[in-house]
């Protein structure tokens, strides 16, 4: 009985050999019609974790320090604030582009021809997050009320915790089907990694050298990036 059936079984199948119809081409469009091709969803190796975290923390802490560098070249030439802030703002695009870079050598690695626009996103996205936080300090330099410079930082902190993993959100999801927890992930990683950049200067006292500033900002900046490099590694093996 169920020899008989295996014989139908194979019988019902097409004789590739003696049907002309059943050529290569055939077969091809056969499978490429089950199974459609998505370049942006081939995956060519595992997401390597560790290689992301000692990239990351590379590129991060070198980029780090092109805006801490631009901070400290405007506060000894005493630029007027809209300028200062101007200035560190865009040299934060080079801590985003490092950072990007570092990210996207690993996610090229994952994803097949993953987009390099992944650096430009991050480049313009750490830009704008460094103008909103040069934000209320340059307002009260300029005079405003404490109160103003609050609402200042206070309004704009979604917008400087979201412009980075919001602008490479618009690459990612072209590659992975659920791209938007990369936005919840990176954000709150950011939220944890940030408070090294506020705390180290802060204790700086006002007659602080050269040197003692160059070492604290670039602690602080490295304790930055391994909270950074940690986290959304995590979280983008978790995607």
């Given at each position: ?9 194979f ?19 056969t ?20 290689s ?12 780090f ?22 200035i560190?703002a865009?040299s ?5 582009a490092?950072?990007?870079i570092a ?12 987009s ?11 830009s ?8 209320p ?6 005079g405003?009320p404490?109160?103003l410079?609050?609402?200042f ?19 990612l999801?072209?590659?992975v ?58 979280a983008?093996?978790?995607?």
């Amino acid at each position: 009985m169920r020899a008989s059936s295996i014989g139908a079984r194979f019988s019902a199948l097409p004789d590739v050999e003696g049907d002309s119809e059943m050529d290569d081409a055939q077969l091809v469009a056969t499978v490429v019609a089950a199974k459609p091709f998505q370049p942006g969803a081939t995956r060519m190796v595992g997401f390597r974790r560790r290689s992301w975290f000692f990239r990351v923390l590379l590129g991060e802490t070198a980029g780090f320090v092109v805006p801490g560098l631009a901070w400290f070249a405007v506060w000894k030439a005493v630029l007027p604030p809209p300028g200062a802030a101007a200035i560190v703002a865009l040299s934060g695009a080079a801590e985003g582009a490092a950072l990007g870079i570092a990210q996207w050598l690993t996610l090229r690695e994952w994803h097949a021809g993953f987009s390099r626009t992944w650096i430009l996103a991050s480049a313009a996205g750490a830009s704008v997050a460094w103008a909103c936080g040069m934000t209320p300090s340059t307002a009260h330099d300029l005079g405003s009320p404490t109160w103003l410079s609050i609402a200042f930082g206070v309004s704009l902190a979604p917008v400087l915790l979201l412009s980075l993993p919001g602008a490479q959100w618009l690459v990612l999801r072209r590659y992975v089907p659920k791209a938007w927890k990369w936005v919840i992930w990176s954000t709150a990683g950011w939220l944890l990694a940030l408070p090294p950049t506020f705390i180290g200067p802060a204790i700086l006292p006002s007659d602080a050298s050269s040197l003692q500033i160059a070492v604290t900002w670039a602690i602080s900046g490295m304790a930055m990036a391994a909270i950074v490099a940690a986290f959304t590694g995590y979280a983008m093996s978790r995607i």
